[in-house]
């Protein structure tokens, strides 16, 4: 489309501009008296915005795995239903945290009414959320914990339970006893963290006729450094029964790993969300058990709580979405189904 700049405007005369003058004057008194009330709760989201439409911003950990495209597909639905816009922006990588902290002090400037963030890290972006809250813009958090108060709800897995989960599933793989490994993902992340606890407290049942022979290494944000600690570990422990891991990139180097050193199948393999490749595997029998989250309800409910808080409707402090083990006993069960497989083409369009 060709833009085309509009004609100058004549310049007014003084008794037009000083009648314009008062008239705005007015207007503005009139815009201070009726801005001043609090929302009403239950209002539209029209009529919360004055007819215009309200604008979130959601800004993921990262934009490059499964679980991120399954949460912006629910996003968008949500605000295809409540009639607002998404913004959808955030690091390529899952340690970027400089990255995600710009985007949060960008979205602030812009003026958007409300921000649903998944923090990278729990302790930095405090200070921005902060700082939304200052210019009385409403945050949800979701996927993982902030190290603060400041924000109106917490939208996530119970990320300790789903640690527990795989710790009981890979129990009952290895026979009740044998050598395991948790291999952790990176540091500074809460949600991972409070799995890895989760699995480390459940995993104390089990002693001694299990020994956790590792439970200090990191796989890293990215599959090839994952990949490289995998291998290293595997040829630490060569006699190792068991892993679990506390993401999709750990878990699917593990599993890559575990396939070139023939073990795959044989080492049994526990963990945490899925993508096409680790959900094969637990048909074949190379995966043996995924903590499934509900990642596409995740971004639904973030930018439903985000709309419910901008309409002064009280919201809970903490929404939790549900975790499941997913074997392949269960795996074709259509509520599971539906976890493996969200309507992601459906919304992103």
Same mark, same amino acid.
């Given at each position: ?21 008062? +008239? ?20 539209? !989201? ?28 629910? !996003? ?48 930095? %972006? ?5 700082? #939304? ?48 490994? %948790? ?16 699995? %480390? ?31 290293? +570990? +595997? ?45 094969? #595997? ?23 709580? !985000? ?43």
């Amino acid at each position: 489309m060709v833009r085309t700049d509009p004609p100058k405007p004549m310049r007014p005369k003084p008794f037009l501009q000083t009648l314009a003058v008062l +008239l705005l004057g007015a207007a503005l008194n009139t815009i201070s008296l009726t801005g001043c009330g609090t929302r009403n709760k239950g209002a539209t !989201a029209a009529e919360v915005s004055g007819n215009k439409t309200l604008e979130i911003a959601v800004i993921p950990k990262g934009t490059t795995h499964m679980y991120w495209n399954s949460v912006h597909a629910g !996003a968008a639905k949500a605000a295809k239903e409540l009639g607002v816009i998404i913004h959808w922006q955030g690091p390529l990588k899952e340690d970027d945290r400089q990255v995600q902290i710009q985007t949060v002090q960008n979205f602030i400037s812009r003026g958007v009414d409300a921000i649903a963030l998944a923090p990278l890290d729990a302790r930095s %972006l405090v200070p921005v959320v902060k700082a #939304a809250g200052d210019k009385g813009i409403p945050v949800v958090i979701f996927d993982s914990d902030l190290g603060s108060d400041a924000y109106r709800s917490f939208v996530a897995t119970d990320n300790g339970e789903g640690g527990r989960l795989a710790a009981r599933r890979l129990a009952e793989a290895v026979g009740g006893k044998g050598n395991v490994i %948790l291999l952790r993902y990176a540091e500074g992340s809460a949600s991972t963290t409070h799995r890895e606890e989760g699995f %480390l407290a459940e995993m104390k049942k089990f002693e001694p006729a299990i020994k956790l022979v590792s439970a200090n290494q990191y796989a890293g944000v990215t599959m090839e450094k994952a990949y490289q600690v995998a291998q290293n +570990l +595997l040829n630490r422990y060569p006699d190792v029964d068991g892993v679990f891991c506390a993401n999709e990139v750990s878990t699917q180097a593990v599993l890559r790993a575990l396939q070139t050193a023939r073990k795959a199948g044989k080492v049994k393999l526990v963990g945490f969300d899925a993508n096409e490749t680790l959900v094969n #595997a637990l048909r074949t029998g190379e995966v043996h058990g995924l903590a499934v989250q509900d990642p596409f309800g995740m971004g639904y409910l973030a930018v439903k709580t !985000a709309v419910q808080a901008l309409q002064g409707e009280t919201v809970s402090r903490r929404i939790d979405t549900g975790v499941t083990m997913v074997t392949a006993d269960n795996m074709t069960e259509p509520q599971v189904g539906a976890l493996l497989h969200p309507e992601i083409a459906k919304w992103l369009q």
